[in-house]
């Protein structure tokens, strides 16, 4: 923010620099975590948000025909790249401008249901939270659980950073 500003960087901007740099590598193995497993927890998520509602393969609905589940995976995956890439620059500017700038508009315009696509991001959010919080284990993963490497200490803070990003998307929608 100093540099926006064009003032020089001290007291409170210093601050946060220095704590963005420390956990530098808790975020990149965040960030990794995240595309790493991004076809699963997008794919997931779209299958998650038509089990709830199986109108929307039934023909007419949202992702029927094939053509249309293509076009909710690809948005699916554009979404977590830029909360991917937000987790990884600590600020949110860049969802909002290249990705929610006029995304609700969009999804009224085609007819998409803005509230099922809520859902799925809401879906991805539990999904990419576990992963960076630890918390995927054996037991919840099943067949799709994956041993990510990662740098050791609490992450709770880019949990809830992380989250934060795909609330901003639900509310974005909604």
């Not at 990705?99 to 998409?112: D, H, P, Q, R, S």
């Amino acid at each position: 923010s100093a540099d926006a500003k064009t003032a020089p960087v001290g007291g409170s901007d210093l601050a946060s620099l220095r704590s963005y740099v420390q956990d530098g590598n808790k975020r990149l193995d965040a960030v990794n975590a995240i595309t790493s497993n991004a076809y699963c927890i997008v794919s997931d998520a779209v299958t998650g948000m038509i089990c709830e509602n199986t109108g929307l393969i039934q023909a007419g609905g949202n992702c029927y025909p094939t053509r249309r589940m293509a076009a909710c995976l690809r948005d699916g995956e554009i979404v977590l790249r830029y909360i991917s890439y937000a987790l990884l620059a600590g600020d949110a500017s860049v969802l909002d401008d290249r990705c929610l700038n006029g995304l609700k508009e969009t999804y009224i315009a085609l007819g998409v249901p803005t509230q099922s696509a809520a859902r799925a991001v809401a879906i991805m959010k539990s999904a990419a939270t576990a992963l960076i919080g630890q918390t995927n284990t054996p037991a919840s993963g099943g067949a799709k659980y994956r041993k990510m490497e990662t740098t050791q200490g609490d992450c709770s803070a880019l949990v809830s950073e992380a989250g934060s990003y795909f609330d901003r998307v639900i509310g974005a929608i909604s």
